[in-house]
């Protein structure tokens, strides 16, 4: 019997107790999205939202929920105006263009269906961004308008060149963790420059509960310890006022997965770097296996966990931000932390690998009147080092050749190494 309505046959158990019938699940879920965007009071009325959408179980479902709040028949209209993000990241899995091609075209049926604005985007193409993320600090009251102008590629375009700049550089990262962690923070960088681009202020994601306590996890196992609870909280605001918000963030896959069938939510299967690979080939998969298989016999280890990182918080007050995914710097710390020894036995360790690349890494056009404008060549792993968080250091340390990494990280990094360089120069005029 449905626990809610008491009438009903129920036809689901969403957790230990919770049996509902179909109309009542309806009313909880919808309920919880509601709340979970009216209680935050970030999104005003007519605001431009871009979403992301993927086409997997959780963005549909978010996809599908935004479209019933929009609708007439909801019961209290949700007023913002959403636009679609697709990223497509067939290249990382060495997909060849004709199912690229079909999974896009599906894609984008899928995204013309829902009648609004939609962007699609292939992740190489994060390797051509020149754009770094700057924070504008607080809005200036102007409204944003976003620019549109009509939807873009309905048939996929291909960037050959920038597919292999891709694959070299996820080759050139030795283990599958951090090519997965790369692969993450390119997907963030692409949309944060297409929410800039167009002048989005919100940007809409839809992680679950269930993902959410796997990355929260699989974070504090990669050195993200710092960031967890941006990463896992509602509203993340580490882009200033571009504002990344995850309403479906209390929805366990279960539901969700319910939620799309009740409602014949169509939902597409791509496979991802770790599709066909062993349990344990990256952390996240190890720990997605772990939670996963916990949940079974605890049905409260999702939330649980979830609840645990709610009590956490990350220190925003740092002035400095990671020059990759923009967190705040946690690596100002003590000489004597276990960071600075784990980083001196690094550097030890390293010293005897790399005498033969080290022209990769030291090599300018010898000038020394600052005329040089080969940045990528000035700056070495010391000057990256300086400006990514630990959990960024860690993947820039499973990397071959520094050569490799996106063009406008370098960018910045060689952007903010030459003006730190200059503020110690002219420091002993400063009064
Ligand atoms: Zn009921
Ligand atoms: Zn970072």
Same mark, same amino acid.
Request: glycine fraction near 8%; charge should be negative; aromatic fraction near 8%.
């Given at each position: 019997m449905c626990m809610k309505c008491k009438e009903e046959k129920a036809v689901l158990i969403t957790r230990v107790n919770d049996a509902f019938c179909r109309a &009542?699940?309806?009313?909880?879920?919808?309920?919880?999205?509601?709340?979970?965007?009216?209680?935050?009071?970030?999104?005003?009325?007519?605001? !431009?939202? /871009?979403?992301?959408?993927?086409?997997?179980?959780? @963005? @549909?479902?978010?996809l599908h929920l935004i479209q019933e709040g929009l609708s007439e028949r909801a019961h209290k209209k949700l007023r913002f105006q959403p636009a679609l993000l697709f990223i497509d990241e067939g290249a990382v899995t060495d997909m060849p263009h004709e199912e690229r091609r079909i999974?896009?075209?599906?894609?984008? !049926?899928?995204?013309?269906?829902?009648?609004?604005?939609?962007?699609?985007?292939?992740?190489? !193409?994060?390797?051509? $961004?020149?754009?770094?993320?700057?924070?504008?600090?607080? =809005?200036?009251?102007?409204?944003?308008?976003?620019e549109l102008h009509g939807n873009e590629s309905s048939s996929p375009v291909f960037y050959p060149e920038l597919e292999q700049k891709l694959k070299s550089l996820l080759n050139s990262l030795k283990t599958l963790s951090a090519k997965e962690e790369m692969i993450r923070q390119l997907r963030q960088c692409l949309m944060? @420059?297409?929410?800039?681009?167009? %002048?989005y202020s919100k940007i809409m994601v839809g992680e679950c509960s269930t993902q959410l306590a796997v990355k929260l996890l699989s974070d504090i196992a990669q050195g993200r310890g710092a960031h967890v609870s941006m990463e896992t909280t509602f509203a993340d605001r580490r882009h200033g006022d571009l504002i990344t918000v995850r309403p479906?963030?209390?929805?366990? =896959?279960?539901?969700?997965?319910?939620? %799309?069938? $009740?409602?014949?939510?169509?939902?597409?299967?791509?496979?991802? /770097?770790?599709?066909?690979?062993?349990?344990g080939s990256t952390i996240e998969h190890l720990t997605e296996a772990f939670v996963?298989? #916990? !949940?079974?016999?605890?049905? @409260?280890?999702? =939330?649980?966990?979830?609840?645990?990182?709610?009590k956490l918080s990350t220190d925003v007050s740092k002035e400095q931000n990671c020059a990759l995914c923009q967190a705040p710097l946690d690596t100002d710390v003590p000489v004597s932390s276990a960071l600075n020894a784990v980083e001196f036995s690094m550097q030890v360790s390293r010293k005897k690998t790399e005498t033969t690349k080290v022209k990769e890494d030291s090599s300018c056009c010898g000038e020394g009147d600052g005329s040089c404008h080969s940045q990528t060549d000035?700056?070495?792993?010391?000057d990256i080092?300086?400006? $990514?968080?630990?959990? &960024?250091? #860690?993947?820039?340390?499973?990397?071959?050749?520094?050569n490799e990494l996106p063009p406008y990280l370098l960018k910045e990094i060689s952007w903010r190494s030459r003006r730190s360089k200059m503020k110690s120069d002219i420091q002993q005029y400063l009064l």
């Open positions: &009542c699940f309806m009313v909880y879920v919808t309920h919880k999205f509601r709340a979970a965007i009216g209680k935050s009071k970030l999104i005003r009325d007519g605001e !431009q939202v /871009l979403v992301g959408y993927s086409g997997g179980q959780s @963005s @549909s479902c978010l999974i896009h075209e599906k894609i984008v !049926q899928l995204m013309e269906g829902t009648g609004y604005f939609y962007h699609v985007r292939s992740l190489e !193409q994060a390797m051509e $961004l020149d754009i770094i993320d700057k924070k504008t600090g607080e =809005s200036d009251g102007e409204p944003r308008v976003p944060i @420059s297409v929410a800039r681009q167009h %002048n479906i963030r209390d929805f366990s =896959s279960k539901e969700v997965a319910i939620y %799309n069938k $009740l409602c014949n939510v169509e939902t597409i299967f791509i496979p991802t /770097l770790t599709t066909k690979t062993q349990e996963t298989g #916990l !949940q079974t016999d605890y049905l @409260s280890t999702v =939330s649980n966990i979830i609840r645990t990182g709610e000035c700056i070495n792993r010391k080092d300086s400006e $990514l968080c630990y959990g &960024c250091r #860690l993947i820039v340390n499973d990397l071959d050749d520094i």
